[in-house]
């Protein structure tokens, strides 16, 4: 049987109060239902105190959880306790987060107190708390860098005054694993009253440690970790929840516990941070990243073709991610490349592939980024490939200030000539309407649209490039003639094209 590890997310404090990440209310509470749907423990909504703008979140998430524990952080003043108390009182569960550092540099420094000033605050604060409220966690700031001795009076005087979690943070993200396993074993070992709380991380990842060192805080005895999703959170951020959730997951022989944590909701809750914020995750940001599941290596792509287990540790559906890619490049090989173009529709028999594999590494010596309509035009030149369908015969517009525009298009659609005439707003529009009288096509809808001189001068080559996308796939049609409206439709004719080759539909 593993040991349950509590989840408790502080993205909507910790990760909410860094740098850019601040949120509005009706984001707050779209994470909010996000995180309390995937299964998270504890939410810790805001810090009331801090404005009306933070009290009135906390509030709004207390009503709105169903699940999960809805926190509110504080410092050890009444004021600020009082705070909590009010907007955590429409959840169905409640805690009081109240917190106070400990570090003697932190005491000098930032309080100016004494240490036995520390402690009577923390007797005082936890228990003005916890005769509101009977889940009380209390937290020892700058915890990395206190004294032993005094590290474990206050923990003592905490658990006695009625706190039932113990924070021990690394405030500054200083600690090392091999340390914080040693710390929280010094209290499991040393302070008499410590089976009464769980005790709890909260690591920053100044040094690029908090998982790992939240880890070694639970395989010392810790029940509970303090993280955030994709791991914000003040300055290099916090212990980012879906690696310590999947770490749990995928190395259940040395990390034998678990959590509540829905896991193929985990893409979709780093996507919602990301749209929310407007950060996305660094491409190789571990389990959420764009690359986390991407191979381009050749060796690593055969491997994969052969058994995915030779280069995944977890499937990208036990996150919620869509299977695994393999993303051709120049490190890729014929096995992967062969795949690629059948997944694509295009067969080659072993020559043709041959050549078609070679003119393929000419290119993504060049590319950086190989798309599928770069495979589709490096396949062309060999073996049983699509066909196209529509090809352009003709145009002619009427165009100008006076309106209305009207473009009139013949193509030749599978060997047979086709003409039609459509009215829109500007000759391109009227053309691209032509186009759709002529190959009905409503699922496509146009996304970019580019033109640029090739040449200079009044009678330069326009060049257009444009985008057609559907069901989450993007066709790129480019097209080149001195006249723009032309290049126009001659870009559009070519992503159509892909299109239909693509989905093998019949174009009549
Ligand atoms: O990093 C920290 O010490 C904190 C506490 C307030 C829990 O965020
Ligand atoms: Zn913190």
Same mark, same amino acid.
């Given at each position: ?215 070694? =805080? ?18 290099? =951020? %916090? ?80 996150? =919620? ?13 014929? %096995? ?17 592939? %041959? ?70 707003? =500007? ?76 989905? %093998?539909?019949?174009?009549?």
């Amino acid at each position: 049987m593993s040991d349950k590890v509590w989840i408790f997310d502080t993205t909507l404090r910790d990760g909410e109060q860094s740098p850019g990440y601040s949120m509005n209310l009706p984001e707050k509470l779209q994470m909010a239902e996000m995180l309390d749907g995937m299964g998270v423990d504890i939410i810790e909504a805001g810090f009331p105190a801090a404005s009306a703008g933070d009290f009135e979140s906390v509030q709004k998430v207390a009503e709105l959880a169903k699940n999960a524990t809805v926190a509110g952080l504080c410092r050890a003043v009444q004021k600020d306790i009082d705070a909590v108390i009010e907007a955590t009182k429409p959840a169905k569960k409640k805690r009081i987060h109240t917190f106070i550092s400990t570090s003697p540099l932190h005491m000098k420094h930032k309080l100016q107190m004494e240490p036995e000033k520390v402690l009577e605050m923390i007797k005082d604060s936890v228990s003005y708390a916890r005769k509101a409220c009977d889940d009380v966690e209390w937290s020892a700031e700058d915890a990395t860098r206190t004294e032993h001795d005094f590290l474990c009076k206050a923990v003592e005087t905490a658990i006695k005054a009625g706190a039932s979690t113990v924070n021990i943070p690394d405030t500054v993200g200083y600690t090392i694993p091999e340390e914080y396993f040693a710390l929280i074993k010094m209290l499991k070992d040393r302070v008499p009253n410590i089976d009464k709380a769980v005790i709890s991380t909260h690591c920053h990842n100044d040094l690029g440690l908090a998982v790992a060192n939240s880890l070694a =805080g639970v395989a010392a005895g810790a029940r509970q970790i303090e993280c955030t999703i994709n791991g914000i959170g003040e300055r290099a =951020g %916090n212990a980012s929840m879906e690696e310590v959730v999947m770490a749990f997951r995928t190395r259940q022989d040395k990390l034998p516990y678990e959590t509540g944590i829905e896991t193929t909701k985990i893409m979709s809750a780093s996507n919602l941070l990301s749209a929310i914020t407007g950060f996305a995750v660094q491409p190789n940001k571990a389990v959420v990243g764009a690359n986390a599941f991407a191979h381009e290596s050749g060796i690593h792509q055969d491997g994969m073709l052969k058994h995915a287990n030779t280069y995944e540790i977890m499937t990208p559906e036990s996150v =919620g991610r869509d299977k695994t890619d393999l993303v051709l490049g120049k490190h890729s090989g014929r %096995n992967a490349f062969r795949s690629k173009l059948m997944q694509l529709q295009v067969h080659l028999d072993d020559d043709a592939l %041959n050549e078609a594999f070679a003119r393929f590494k000419t290119l993504a010596d060049r590319k950086k980024k190989i798309t599928d309509d770069d495979l589709l035009a490096v396949a062309r030149a060999e073996g049983d490939l699509p066909e196209e369908h529509i090809r352009f015969v003709s145009l002619a517009v009427r165009s100008g200030s006076t309106g209305p525009q009207e473009a009139e298009l013949e193509i030749d659609l599978d060997g047979k000539k086709k003409k039609a005439k459509a009215a829109g707003k =500007g000759p391109v529009d009227a053309c691209f309407k032509a186009m759709k009288a002529l190959v009905p096509h409503d699922d496509l809808t146009l996304h970019n649209y580019e033109l640029r001189a090739l040449t200079e001068g009044s009678d330069a080559k326009g060049e257009v490039n444009i985008a057609l996308s559907a069901h989450g796939h993007t066709y790129h049609g480019a097209g080149v003639d001195t006249d723009v409206i032309v290049a126009s439709c001659r870009a559009y004719i070519d992503a159509l094209n892909k299109y239909l080759a693509v989905h %093998n539909v019949q174009a009549a």
